[in-house]
Nanobody, 120 residues
Framework: QVTLVESGGGLVQAGGSLTLSCAAS???????AGWFRQAPGKEREFVTT??????YYADSVKGRFTLSRDNVKDMVTLQMNSLKPGDTAVYYC????????????????WGQGTQVTVSS
């Protein structure tokens, strides 16, 4: 069993930065661990994930977001820079045991979500 608890969301102005943290018990058991997000009225979308020595980013966040994973400390951390109003969403930490890296339906474990709001 893997338990995920997010923290670090909030309100920030466009161009600002936020760091999201995910305390992930049992992280070492997972293939991929990362973040998805869901904006109002939209489907949940892939943001970034890491596992098996590789890290993947959605095109919309490449160069602005950085993901790190520490299997010893059981932590997954998302550093978000140069935030835009379009980044406003609920961000979910997620982990999969065997699935594809960017398919939300393949992820087995989810956190409760943390709100990120970017004002213009």
């Amino acid at each position: 069993q893997v338990t995920l608890v997010e923290s670090g969301g909030g309100l920030v102005q466009a161009g600002g930065s936020l760091t999201l943290s995910c305390a992930a018990s049992g992280l070492i058991k997972t293939k991929y661990a990362g973040w998805f997000r869901q904006a109002p009225g939209k489907e949940r979308e892939f943001v970034t994930t890491t596992g098996w020595g590789r890290t993947y980013y959605a095109d919309s966040v490449k160069g602005r977001f950085t993901l790190s994973r520490d299997n010893v400390k059981d932590m997954v951390t998302l550093q978000m820079n140069s935030l835009k109003p379009g980044d406003t969403a609920v961000y979910y930490c997620a982990a999969t045991l065997n699935g594809a890296y960017d398919n939300a339906h393949d992820y087995d474990f989810w956190g409760q979500g943390t709100q990120v709001t970017v004002s213009s």
